[in-house]
């Protein structure tokens, strides 16, 4: 496949990187020189000085030949035009950053065939969306869900004093069937076998029914909270978002924005959260808007050492989680370090979503998870597909690094054994390492 990426900001580097390291031909559109540089120096793709919607451009790369572009520059004009004009040379699949409200909300906008954006996509929404699966499952470090919301994959954080430390998988036992898909142990991700041993520290991903999964965790040593309140540092598009989404569950939102005018935007625009004006690195304010007991308290300015300052004393000050908003990558492996719960970030999360899309033709669904370390496939199997149908799991000769976690079938979510035979029609769940990403995809043609 032949990509084209326009704009070399942490998003565009994130796609060309991965698409250039799974060996399809990148070309990446960046006018500044400096990023420019940055990428020729770093990736193994062609990069180009330039703007993005200048066509003679486009014609030197002979975008004609492209089957991919994605516009992801910080101007949403530039994406959409840049877009436009790929639909003119022909190029299958295009996909733009929106970020204006004003356009973000523009159905008619948006939906002219005229664009020709086949994916619009929004890193605030993207951010605002997974916040909101975490909070559903607080004690979770990520959530997503597969075959209609009826299977479900948590990522749980194994602690010193979790029952299960120390004991091997084989050994851990409860009324409802699920799977160990993977521990990830340091920067080492394991795909594991009954006799691996969980330890302290470990992140271990599960894959069980969604209805079942309250009961699992309780095997595991984790009991389900529920949130009730929620707040959050900055009245970003990130919080605005994302409180929109709490009051339709009908959650407790308080928002600290430290600006007056903008205050009185979010109280126009939303109906049941609290605006408080004031600065929320006031240990005073925080206590007595009542930090102390809120369930989950979320730092979403712009100001990443903000973030993670105020979501330390949040932790201090006794919420019962911690959610901090980080842009710059080199800040994430800090985070859990120092204390705070999760870090989200919107530029790798929209990039993630991208990336989903891209690969999206026979897969139903992919997720990348812990930064590339491992994907998640749903995909329906057919009869074309001999090579998995007819047959028991276990005789399949999955690549090690590769498992079957998970299938749907007749509206029933089924967690399976090496002897469950897979059927034509089937939804499964494939759990792949990221060193075996083209295998699965060999593997299934």
Known sequence: MKAIIIGAGKIGFNIAQTLSQEGHDVYVVEKDEDRQQVVAENLDVQAVLGNGADSALLESIDIEDADLLVAVTESDELNLLACMLAGQYGVEKTVARVRKPEYDHNNKLMQNPALNVDLVINPERVAAAEIAKIITVPEAVDVNYYAEGKIMLLELLIEHDNPVVGKALKDIHGEYHFLVAAILRGDDLIIPRGDDLILEEDRVFIIGRTDQMREIEKYLGFQRRTVHSVMMLGGSRVAFYLAQLLE??????????????????????????????????????????GVQDTDMFIALTEDDRLNILVSLMAKRL?????IAQVRRSDYLPLIEAVGIDIAISPRLLTAEAVLRFVRNSEFLSINVLEQGSAEVYEIILTEQMKRMIHQPIRTLGLPKGILIGALFRNNDAIIPSGNDILEPGDRIIIFAAASMVRKVEHFLR
């Open 318 to 322: 006794g919420a019962k989680k911690t």
């Open 248 to 289: 339709k569950r009908g959650l407790e939102v308080k928002i600290i924005e430290k600006d007056y005018k903008h205050c009185k935007v979010l109280a126009g625009e939303l109906d049941e959260a609290i605006i408080l004006n004031g600065d929320g690195s006031d240990i005073d304010l925080l206590q007595d808007e």
